[in-house]
């Protein structure tokens, strides 16, 4: 099986459940998702509808129960540590809420971390369209310590993007920061998609930073229920407050 | 609060039992080094009970200071006899006898005397097998000896007494009460009266004690008064229980200094120990800043604060005594077990034994050493602001430089008070300086890690994970300077003493080269109960006889009294050629023959004692009468014969032995050494403990001795080194926990297992490293400044020991990788996922 032309990552049927026998829970039930390449698709639910399962499930940082799961060409259900590892070091980027910077490494240093680890060399005319995108230039050589939280969370994005990968996933990229920087990092995500076509892949549970994303994603229970393509902001809250009503299939 | 404390202390296992460890370990030193000696001392007294079992009654000459005493004779014997209440009184002859094994090598023991006395048939040796020696060719041999020796009934043996070699014929074997072949690994051989008076009392017709046995009814202290009165003074007379304590007591004399010494290097892991504690609780207390601070908020007081940090070390310090105790007892029993049964000892062991010094040392030492350990994070951690609980616990780097300040002054306090040790030689004032040096360098360590890291680092961190590594070890500069620090005090002890040694050993080759003009050297190997062995005159004058010895000499040597002072003199038998052989130069008076009542003494001991030629002092020698002698020259300082009186060889009948202890012999130029070597050799061969070396040999016998203490230091010193190796896995480990989140980014962006086991390994080599340099570097000084106070003392040269310091820093590199992995494979084996979420 190859992947479609145009597709950075899909799950098949993915089940996902924790624990066993009656303590079981199923987190995913049969999921099965295309993300197309460079757009940036906002994965939305409450707490406990699986999106963030989902998304880890997908980025190959844990293991599905059941289905399969596809980054690009790589089937990455059943791969070993090292072939996951080699996956995240050269297709995937990460953004997680708490920034998660080295403290002991400058701005430029966190940046190129992905690279450095894999042995790899900086493209230094990417490397400066995305210092400059994110706005980062004169930040170059300080510690996060001394850096505030939306400019360490645009270096954490620069570091995702830095290494090219096939996609990005954010998880909550916005949820520690003021809306002001909030705003700025969706943004510069946004213009990725836009103009590197870099695919991104985000969960949030904020109406206002899924209104950035080319396609929303509605979880629920562990089901895809609804999808929508370039919403508003109110178009999220709306479909958010309704998803009550929507009936999940049982499996 | 306890409810709480208890509740974070059981939370975190891992934690506790890291930090216990260290104290766990001390805490064995200390109670095994209890356990080890109550239980030799108990085994010693029980071995000297036995031995005095059918002793009623013994008398002996009675020993006066400085003289050797008359030995006693038969009509002492009917004396006794004579004494109302006396069964039997049974003269006794004892001396040293050493047997030679078939291999023609003396057979030695581990400090288990070895000797030989007259078979009276009444003693408590009962023979085994064959008979009791009849003809003066004959011997009996105890059963231990023969086991040793490969000796069977009909054997030939030969034996070095006061005599040389002779060889007897073996008529039986005899063993002790409940068959046993010695009652603690002694060697022992029985002759007829006559040739045991003859081979070792040296004349016939004496004895040197009587075993005096009491009639029914009669009870041994009435028996010990009677005999005393009847016999006058000049004679000790004393019970057999008096006897065995007497002896026992000397032996647990001894084994108390070695307890002492065992208890001073428990004291060193202890120290060390400390460093590791602080440090694991100032960690702990770093992680705990928000649960602290949550107490805090929900208004817990500073005191409150303090008391759950101590309570915490005081639970861990209880734990750790308790196993540590029970650990020490284990080890202290085995290392009886192994004294008793290893090096030929065969020492009869009392049972297994807890003093109450080793329970109440170990809970004390535990307890304490783990609570003062615990102060100062407690305080630290009460000084947290309740809103640091709300924070994310971003704890700037604290200014270093009052800590700094702080160390530079005692890390001073610490070498003047190692200063004024030196000068007044007072050994406990020389180990608390070293110690507060220790506590000062320590604290000056915090500011020296930061370039010493990073240069340490730079030669390790060719990689990403290599630098991330490096830039983790010198993230907390107090975390790693205390890791560090604790290597330092083993390392630094190690090099010091090797400085020393090297020094010393550097002295002796210079001096050798110098001073020492003297192609061969004849002197006794070893010891023999107590002396080295000697030879008799009449063979140092075939040795100057010799074809190509030029000259010879020899002297013997004795200890002799002075009003008080006890002095070592030596009888030489030919002073000009000594002067040429040890280039002595005269200070005043000319280096002449002395005249029988002339003696000769060093420039300094002359200083010392206001003594200037002409002047005349008097000397109690083992023998006779006090002698008078007159000073008739002093010699100009030099490293031989150090603190010595020089007399003349006639007064060496007042010696103990009027025998050869050292002889010194020079070749005829153009005569090659090796060759007069050859014929000097076959003049001793009836005396096997003498050897003839030529100077590079003897200078290597000589500094040899330095690599056995030094490799017994290195033993004693391992276990603070592994507390300290402890330290750094501790560091490590609570250091993995802290960067959980950390690990967990790395791993999700793509780090693979190996790059983070060796961002882990690196980050342990650089604090190992940077301990080990250090503690060269704390060594260097440390030993420099005791061969400086030494200079006086014979240590003329500085010698550095450059071989073994990059030995001890390539094993502090190998330590540091060992100590890396637990942490490393616990490092990579994070759930990613469960990492990130990690707070």
């Known amino acids: 099986m190859s992947a479609s032309e145009g597709v950075a990552a899909r799950a098949v049927d993915v089940w996902k459940s924790y624990g066993s026998g009656d303590a079981a829970v199923t987190a995913l039930a049969g999921v099965s998702v295309e993300l197309e390449r460079s757009r940036f698709t906002a994965i939305m639910g409450p ?9 880890h499930c997908l980025a190959g940082l844990d293991d599905v129960t059941r289905g399969e799961v596809w980054i690009g060409d790589t089937l990455v259900t059943g791969l070993k540590d090292r072939g996951l590892t080699e996956l995240r070091r050269d297709k995937v980027g990460f953004i997680f809420q708490q920034f998660n910077l080295l403290p002991t490494l400058t701005a430029e240093e966190n940046i190129t971390l992905p690279l450095a680890i894999g042995g790899k060399k900086v493209d230094k005319a990417w490397f400066d369209v995305v210092i400059d995108t994110v706005g980062l ?4 050589t300080h510690r996060p310590t001394q850096l505030s939280g939306g400019q360490q969370q645009r270096v954490a994005c620069a570091r995702a993007l830095v290494s090219r990968p096939d996609v990005v996933f954010a998880d909550e990229p916005t949820g520690n920061l003021d809306s002001q920087s909030g705003a700025e990092v969706l943004g510069f995500l946004q213009r990725s998609a836009r103009e590197f076509g870099q695919t991104i892949v985000m969960v949030t549970h904020d109406p206002n930073a899924a209104s950035y994303a ?10 895809i229920v609804r999808e929508l393509l370039s919403p508003s902001a109110e178009e999220v809250l709306e479909t958010m407050k309704h998803l009550d009503d929507v009936a999940v299939p049982h499996a | 609060m306890l409810k709480a404390t208890l509740k974070s202390l059981l939370s975190r296992k891992l934690r506790l039992v890291l930090s216990a460890l260290a104290v766990v370990l001390g805490v064995m030193f200390v109670s095994g080094s209890f356990v080890l000696t109550d239980t030799l001392q108990r085994s010693f007294t029980d071995l000297f009970s036995s031995a005095f079992a059918n002793v009623d009654v013994s008398v002996s000459p009675k020993k006066e200071k400085g003289k050797q005493p008359e030995p006693l004779t038969p009509a002492d014997i009917s004396e006794v006899k004579a004494v109302p209440g006396v069964a039997s009184a049974v003269g006794e002859v004892e001396g040293s006898a050493r ?9 030695t023991t581990s400090g288990s005397p070895r000797f030989g006395f007259n078979w009276t048939g009444g003693g408590q040796e009962k023979i085994r097998e064959g008979r009791a020696p009849q003809a003066e060719d004959e011997v009996v041999v105890g059963g231990y000896l023969a086991s040793t020796g490969g000796f069977r009934v009909g054997d030939d043996i030969a034996l070095l007494t006061l005599e040389p070699k002779k060889t007897f014929k073996i008529t039986g074997v005899y063993e002790y009460a409940g068959g046993r072949d010695s009652l603690g690994g002694e060697l022992s051989v029985a002759f007829t009266e006559p040739v045991a008076q003859q081979l070792l009392l040296g004349k016939k017709d004496v004895y040197s004690s009587i075993t005096v046995t009491a009639a029914n009814g009669q009870s041994d202290e009435a028996l010990r008064d009677s005999v005393a009165a009847a016999l006058g003074s000049g004679y000790e007379v004393k019970t057999g229980e008096t006897l065995a304590k007497e002896q026992a007591d000397q032996i647990n004399e001894g084994l108390k200094f070695f307890n002492y010494v065992l208890l001073g290097f428990a004291g060193i892991a202890l120290f060390v120990g400390i460093f590791i504690i602080l440090n694991t609780f100032s960690i702990i207390v770093a992680q705990r800043t928000r649960e602290l601070a949550l107490l805090r908020s929900m208004g817990a007081s500073r005191g409150q604060v303090i008391g759950s940090v101590v309570l915490e070390a005081l639970v861990i310090g209880l734990i750790a005594s308790v196993v540590g105790l029970g650990a020490g007892i284990g080890v202290g029993a085995l290392l009886a077990t192994i004294f008793s049964s290893v090096g030929g000892t065969s020492l009869q062991l009392a049972g297994i034994g807890v003093p109450m010094s080793a329970v109440i040392s170990s809970f004390a030492v535990g307890m304490v050493v783990t609570v003062v350990a ?14 640091a609980a709300m924070r994310e616990a971003a704890t700037p780097d604290r200014p270093l430089t009052k800590i700094t300040i702080i160390g530079a002054l005692v890390a001073a306090a610490g070498g003047t008070a190692l200063g004024f040790g030196f000068n007044s030689a007072s050994l406990p004032l020389v180990f608390g300086g070293i110690l507060v040096a220790f506590v000062g360098v320590a604290l000056l360590t915090p500011v020296l890690s930061k370039p010493m890291v990073s240069l340490i680092g730079r030669l390790l961190s060719w990689s990403m994970p290599g630098l991330l590594g490096r830039r983790n070890s010198a993230r907390n500069p107090r975390r790693t300077a205390i890791t560090a620090a604790a290597l330092m005090v083993g390392i630094s002890l190690i090099t010091g003493v090797s400085v020393v040694l090297t020094s010393a050993t550097k002295s002796i080759e210079k001096l050798a080269a110098g001073q020492l003009q003297t192609d061969l050297i004849i002197s006794g190997e070893g010891q023999v109960e107590g002396s080295p062995a000697t030879f008799k005159r009449e063979v140092l004058a075939e040795v100057e006889k010799t074809d190509g010895v030029s000259s010879a000499f020899g002297w013997a040597s004795d200890g002799v009294l002075q009003g008080d002072d006890q002095m070592f003199a030596v009888a030489v038998t030919d002073v000009p050629a000594m002067r040429t052989m040890f280039a002595l130069k005269p200070k005043s008076g000319d280096i002449a023959p002395l005249r029988d009542d002339q003696v000769a003494l060093p420039e300094d001991l002359a200083a010392e004692k206001g003594w200037s030629v002409g002047s005349t002092l008097t000397l109690q020698l083992a023998k006779g009468e006090p002698r008078t002698f007159t000073v008739r020259f002093i010699w100009a300082k030099t490293q031989v014969l150090q603190g010595a009186l020089v007399l003349p060889e006639s007064a060496s009948s007042g010696f103990r032995s009027d025998r050869i202890g050292q002889a010194f012999a020079q070749v005829r130029p153009g005569v090659p050494v090796a060759d007069v070597q050859k014929r000097v050799e076959p003049l001793f061969a009836d005396n096997p403990e003498i050897t003839v ?12 001795q330095f690599d056995t203490v030094l490799l017994m230091i290195q033993i004693l010193l391992a276990l603070a080194i592994l507390i300290a190796v402890l330290g750094v896995i501790n560091t490590l480990a609570l250091s993995v926990i802290e960067r959980t989140r950390e690990l967990g980014l790395l791993r999700a962006i793509g780090m693979r297992r190996s790059q983070v086991m060796r961002m882990i390994t690196v980050e342990s080599v650089v604090i190992s490293v940077f301990g080990a340099v250090l503690g060269l570097a704390v060594g260097l000084a440390l030993g420099v400044a005791t061969v400086q106070a030494l200079k006086d003392q014979g240590i003329s040269e500085l010698g550095f020991p450059w071989v073994t310091m990059a030995q001890y820093l390539v094993v502090a590199a190998f330590v540091g990788v060992v100590a890396a992995i637990l942490p490393a494979i616990r490092a990579a084996r994070l759930n990613v996922l469960d990492a990130i979420a990690y707070e």
Do not use: C, E, W
Not at chain 1, 137 to 140: A, E, K, S, Y
Not at chain 1, 214 to 222: P, W
Not at chain 2, 374 to 387: E, Q
């Open chain 1, 47 to 55: 707490s406990g509808s699986g999106k963030s399962t989902l998304m």
């Open chain 2, 99 to 107: 047997p030679i094994g078939k291999n023609g090598k003396v057979i």
């Open chain 2, 374 to 387: 615990a102060v100062m994070p407690a305080l630290r951690a009460s000084r947290i602001a309740p809103v």
């Open chain 2, 693 to 704: 070396q030529d100077r590079s040999a003897f200078v290597k016998q000589t500094t040899s």
């Open chain 1, 137 to 140: 230039r004169d930040r170059l």
């Open chain 1, 214 to 223: 080319d396609r929303v994603i509605f979880l629920k229970d562990g089901h």
